[in-house]
């Protein structure tokens, strides 16, 4: 009989350890996100491998960010000084972000595929749009790696394509953002 409540107290006691564990924080000190203007006239693609962020498991709330001047592999150097100077006026606005939450209900400590939406705040050239992007997670001996595609239209953020260069830049831009996390 003592074995039995024994048993039981061990449980409760575990079952109330994990109930009171302090959150996981997972953190990406490096990621990778690349962006691709396909329009008539010209292509242009760029990429950073500056990607900061993290995720809290329990909470399921996120935040990313990537300073703008990191962006290389421009074809010319007036296409990096026109995104940098004209268009995302990166001294006036240095970083872009999203934060948010995990929308689904789902266990973040467990190994797993995941197919969620990501939703939060993005915020670009001084404007902030709430968006929900979808995202796959792979979580895997404590390892979260995370890939998303979305597109960001300019006009939602107050970026401006001059009439002569309305050809050479879309008006929606191509993201990708690869990332892992480890526990911080």
Known sequence: MK???FILFFILVLSSAYAYAPNLLFSARTGSISFTSDAPLELIKANSDKLKGWLNTDSRQFSFTIDIKTFKGFKASTQKNHFNENYLESDKYPQATFEGKIIENIDLRRDGLYNVRAK???FIH???QERIIKCNLTIKNGLVSVKSNFIVLLADHNIAIPKILDQKLASDIKVE????????
Do not use: A, D, P, S
């Not at 953002?177 to 911080?184: A, D, G, N, R």
């Open 120 to 122: 939060g705040n993005l």
């Open 3 to 5: 074995r039995k409540h």
């Open 126 to 128: 001084g404007v902030v």
């Open 177 to 184: 953002v690869i990332t892992e996390l480890t526990e911080k």
